[in-house]
């Protein structure tokens, strides 16, 4: 587990340490096992506090890195031993490489070059501070190679041509031209703006040597494991904000590879203008991980304590604040300038204020105090709910009063409202719509259509004002204009319109628009075990059935069978169903050679990883066919079968489970 996620803030953070509070106060005796690593902390008394563990520390690195920074064209080393003096960067080297004219107008930091002196022998990163800019210098790099070093379009030629295919393939016929013509040089980027296959390929090709250069943001540092002999930082930026020394230490520590390198470095490339900054970048100490349970007013506590009293890991408000007292937050309130108790306190008066938690008073007899007052605490049924669900105690209230606002006039001749009631309620607050384009799809509106967008409370007159850049007299919510606008991009995928037709259509990065899918996938399946907990809502449980199954893949039902498999995406689920695999059971029996001439743009490795995934899905299924059949057979003589209760299928991107413990805990 990495401890500086602790430290992260926002949801992730506070998550983390929520459930790492779970697990102590549930090993007890010291049953279970918390391995904790990391490279960037500075202050470990605390998290060895908080975690009640012993420390292990080596400055062992397995291979040596060694850190230069860039100005101009000189290059200078780092000097580990004299940080903090007037020497500790000193002179190494010039870049050595011959620069154009014309090659510096568009490449002033001289990245080729830097690049070049280990590519395509060597793996190298090269981070940039934008998603934009890593595709810009990705594009730049490989057109200065088409004119001065075309001869790299031969190295691994065979293998980046079978990448091409396998990304056009899963992308449902459709490619990045600019990732379609960095790879033919071995060089692609990587963000959050790929979709999910586009970042497993590029990070398998990577890995295999296929690719050898990616133009990356930060976000790689602290992810997935990819590192590289070489790794260049394009700016000490991370956005507008200037790197942390913790997110330095990540980027670089990617440099050297254990097992293959001998050596690693890294290269900080920097402007005059921010040399003085650089330095003391390089001896400043890495930043405190502090606690991220604290954040937004206290949302992370909010979300523990549900769940601890929804648990019954704490009755009384004297066991919340034991409870909380073991906590990161608690340890560190001094440094977060909070008091713990008052936050936990004004915390559970606002799920009591709620609706989610109920405090009773009664009286205990104690020999030395007589006669003292317990608070007494359980959740409500909508509390129950909320945590079962789960959802945000901070959106609980918000989620209740749409489901019984639509409970009385849901329209159900178009899916277009059951959407809007599952669009993610945590996306909505980085949302900033174009109306041009919203306007335009109330254009293709038919009137039940029409009717849920005026029911919700977004009127066609209001948009229509916004997009002519008129000020509207009617009183909108605004939450509620952005969060319908997300659900008209649900909309589009439901009606099968594929993820890069939306992304284009709406100008959004074709990751943001299949994380959003994703998310709300997730949430609906929360939604729908929400409204498993209350009998009021009876009708939405029916209702949210098939509905979350398929909102999962987005796709016709008969496709389903197929998008069960790992590694069957849309396109080519649908190029497989064309080919007569139908059904599980037919690509299972199918031979990996008979799938490569069915299907088109089917390679044999990924033909007979579909092959192997869809018989274990098949065996599973089967496994869990014949339990059911021995509990029915073992039904004692007399006594009638009560059957099997009809669950609400929960898609592949979550699996909470409403009666596993297991599940709460992670929640």
């Known amino acids: ?27 007890g005796g010291g049953a279970t096992q918390v391995i904790g690593m990391s490279a960037t902390l500075s202050n470990i008394e605390d998290i060895t506090q908080f975690l009640n563990a012993d420390i292990y520390s080596n400055n062992f690195r397995p291979v040596q890195l060694t850190e230069f920074v860039k100005l101009t064209d000189n290059i200078y080393k780092v000097e580990p031993k004299a940080l903090g003096s007037d020497d500790q960067i000193t002179h190494d080297r010039v870049v050595n490489f011959e620069y154009k004219p014309e090659m510096v107008k568009v490449d002033p930091d001289h990245l080729l070059g830097l690049v070049l002196e280990v590519v395509p022998q060597n793996s190298c990163l090269l981070f940039c501070p934008t998603k934009k800019n890593c595709e810009n210098v990705a594009l730049m790099l490989c057109k200065l190679m088409a004119k001065y070093r075309r001869e790299l379009t031969e190295v691994r030629r065979v293998e980046r041509k079978a990448l091409l295919k396998e990304l056009y393939s899963d992308s449902e016929g459709r490619m990045c031209p600019t990732l379609q013509y960095t790879i033919h040089y071995g060089v692609a980027y990587h963000h959050s703006g790929l979709t999910t296959d586009e970042r497993k390929l590029i990070e398998e090709a990577y890995s295999e040597g296929i690719l050898c250069l990616l133009a990356c943001t930060s976000t790689l540092a602290a992810g997935v494991n990819l590192p590289a002999k070489r790794v260049i930082l394009r700016s000490p930026y991370v956005g507008q904000s200037f790197l942390s020394r913790s997110q330095y230490k990540q980027m670089v520590g990617r440099a050297g590879r254990a097992g293959i390198d001998s050596s690693g470095e890294s290269i900080l490339v920097c402007k005059a203008t921010d040399k003085n900054k650089v330095v003391d970048l390089l001896s400043c100490p890495i930043e405190k991980c502090h606690s991220s349970l604290v954040y937004d ?103 209740y009063a749409d489901l019984k606002q639509a409970e009385e006039s849901i329209v159900l001749s178009t899916h277009l409202h059951l959407l809007y009631l599952v669009t993610p309620y945590d996306v909505v607050t980085t949302m900033n719509p174009s109306w041009h384009i919203y306007f335009n799809q109330y254009g293709t509106f038919d009137q039940s259509e029409l009717k849920v967008a005026s029911l919700i409370g977004v009127p066609e007159s209001y948009v229509a004002k916004r997009a002519a850049m008129q000020k509207s007299r009617l009183k909108v919510n605004e939450f509620v204009v952005k969060r319908f606008y997300l659900t008209l991009m649900l909309y589009d995928l439901w009606r099968e319109k594929s993820v890069w037709e939306v992304a284009e259509k709406f100008e959004q990065p074709r990751g943001f628009i299949q994380n959003l899918l994703s998310g709300a996938a997730s949430f609906a399946s929360c939604v729908a075990h929400f409204c498993q907990e209350l009998k009021e809502f009876w009708a939405y449980k029916d209702l949210l059935g098939n509905f979350v199954r398929r909102l999962s893949y987005c796709v016709t039902i008969e496709l389903i069978p ?96 409403p009666d596993s413990q297991a599940s709460d805990i992670n929640g």
Do not use: W
Request: charged share 20%; glycine share 8%.
């Open 562 to 657: 197929l998008m069960e498999i790992p590694g069957v995406k849309l396109g080519r689920a649908r190029l497989m169903f064309a080919a007569g695999y139908k059904t599980l059971s037919s690509v299972a029996a199918a031979k990996p050679e008979d799938l490569v001439k069915a299907v088109q743009y089917m390679p044999r490795k990924v033909a007979k990883q579909i092959v192997a995934s869809s018989q274990l899905v098949l065996s599973e299924k089967k496994d869990a066919m014949m339990e059911e059949v021995d509990a029915l057979v073992s039904v004692p003589k007399g006594v009638e079968p009560t059957g099997t209760m009809a669950t609400i299928p929960t898609p592949a991107p979550v699996t909470p489970a």
């Open 1 to 27: 587990m990495p401890l500086h996620m602790l430290g992260e803030g926002g949801s992730r953070g506070s998550t983390l340490e929520a459930t790492l509070l779970k697990i102590l106060h549930s090993a």
């Open 297 to 399: 007013g206290g949302r992370g506590i909010r979300s523990l304590l549900l769940s601890t009293i929804g648990l019954k890991v704490t009755t009384t408000t004297e066991d919340v604040f034991r409870f909380t007292n073991r906590s990161l937050a608690h340890i560190q309130q001094s440094a977060l300038n909070v008091s713990m108790a008052t936050l936990c306190q004004e915390s559970l008066q606002k799920l009591i204020d709620s609706g989610l938690v109920l405090q009773t008073k009664s009286l205990s007899e104690e020999p030395e105090k007589g006669e003292s007052v317990i608070h007494s605490l359980e959740v409500t049924p909508l509390g129950k709910a909320t945590f079962k669900g789960p959802i945000d105690p901070d959106f609980a209230g918000l989620l």
